[in-house]
Nanobody, 126 residues
Framework: VQLMDSGGGSVQAGGSLRLSCGTS????????IGWFRQAPGKEREGVSCISSLDGSTYYVGSVKGRFTISSDNDRNTVYLQMDSLKAEDTGVYYC????????????????????WGKGTLVTVSS
């Protein structure tokens, strides 16, 4: 399995970015895929995920209403549209996938992810 995350950059507060996670080699039928982020000096945090089973989604509270996760199965790509960005959204964003993962606040955990992208840096200036 390979995950290729991209789309990071530098924006001012209030701006938008769209992250992409291109995937290859995912052959398992049931999985959760999505995003984590890590700010300097902080632990990696689950941001959002989408379930392959039913398309259900999860968002951490701090991004609800601002971020939208989606998947394009034809392109084997997952997107994270990030609007109304805040300085506290700054960090390295990682795409990750886990077979059988529960796409929820309790199930979307960094310690159980099977595969990771290399990360893409998002910098939001206030």
């Amino acid at each position: 399995v390979q995950l290729m995350d991209s789309g990071g950059g530098s924006v001012q507060a209030g701006g938008s970015l769209r992250l992409s996670c291109g995937t290859s080699g995912i052959t398992f039928g049931r999985y959760a895929i999505g995003w984590f982020r890590q700010a300097p000096g902080k632990e990696r945090e689950g941001v959002s995920c989408i379930s392959s089973l039913d398309g259900s989604t999860y968002y951490v509270g701090s991004v609800k209403g601002r971020f939208t996760i989606s998947s394009d199965n034809d392109r084997n790509t997952v997107y994270l549209q990030m609007d109304s960005l805040k300085a506290e959204d700054t960090g390295v964003y990682y795409c990750a996938v886990e077979q059988f993962a529960d796409c929820s606040g309790t199930g979307w955990r960094a310690d159980i992810m099977d595969y990771w992208g290399k990360g893409t840096l998002v910098t939001v200036s206030s």
